[in-house]
């Protein structure tokens, strides 16, 4: 779907996920489907792959508090942002390198791969963002979508969002707007199908994103195996200038 249905879809989510007490499983298709995740380490490296919960983020800190860790391997599509966020936190504050094994998209592009040291890219691996706070003032562009009852929760949800996220990318000292530039219109990725949008190793640096390494490849032909759901935005594009405030 468009990206701007993709987003009017996690509104109705986030809605979903209000009423049943932020638990997850209510909106699944499945009464028993809950998202998991799994997490280990092997030879000082820390692997994550699945849902990143608040239930991962116990995980890790008691495994790292009696192994040493030097670097994170992920496999991440999903996740709760608020639990992601801490997981960077953890990434920046150790100084450590991230490589992506597979997928990082969403939460893991938004604040794992922003967050690390050095970034290391398995060949055929995907980064991608798919917005943050920024493109997520749902309770603005989109009230009509939101079950009346929990307008007001939503309001209070988002607000704390935001304003954690820009602490978060405070610290870290990346630009925010990394996050949203594939939600405007100007960028072309609104209007068809998309599961993400990506930029490329140079612009990822004009966002204060560098020591990104690909393996077995370089920088210029990095994401050149990306398939056409993930959009690429093209910063050189002028109607982007003044596309974010």
């Known amino acids: ?25 209510a909106c699944s298709s499945s009464p028993t489907e809950t998202p998991s995740s799994s997490v280990r380490i092997t030879d000082s490296e820390l692997q994550i792959s699945g849902f990143i919960s608040e239930a991962t983020i116990e995980q890790v800190r008691s495994l790292t508090s009696s192994y040493n860790v030097e670097r994170v391997r992920v496999n991440v599509t999903e996740g709760d942002p608020l639990a992601t ?11 450590l390198d991230l490589v992506v094994e597979e997928y ?6 938004n604040y794992l791969f922003t967050a690390a040291r050095q970034k290391y890219l398995a ?19 989109h009230q009509g979508l939101l079950i009346p009852g ?6 209070q949800y988002m607000d704390a969002f935001l304003r954690r996220e820009i602490r978060f990318f405070d610290r870290i000292a990346v630009d925010q707007t990394v996050t949203a530039y ?24 004009r966002f204060g994103i560098g020591d990104i390494e690909p393996i077995r490849s370089n920088w210029r032909d990095a994401f ?3 398939p056409e759901q993930f959009c690429q935005v093209d910063l050189s594009n002028q109607a982007l200038t003044h596309a974010i405030p």
């Open 1 to 25: 779907m468009p990206v701007f249905q993709h987003l009017s879809a996690r509104v109705a989510r986030l809605s979903c996920l209000l009423l049943a007490g932020f638990a997850l499983s």
């Open 182 to 205: 594939g939600y405007t219109e100007a960028s072309g990725c609104t209007e068809t199908a998309h599961q993400g949008f990506y930029y490329s190793i140079p612009e990822l640096l």
């Open 150 to 155: 929990v307008r007001f929760v939503a309001e």
């Open 123 to 141: 060949p055929e691996s995907i980064v991608a963002f798919s917005g943050g706070a920024l493109s997520s003032s749902w309770t603005q562009q």
């Open 224 to 226: 050149n195996h990306y």
């Open 104 to 109: 990082c998209l969403s939460v893991c592009a």
């Open 85 to 95: 966020m801490q997981l960077g936190y953890f990434i920046h504050r150790r100084e």
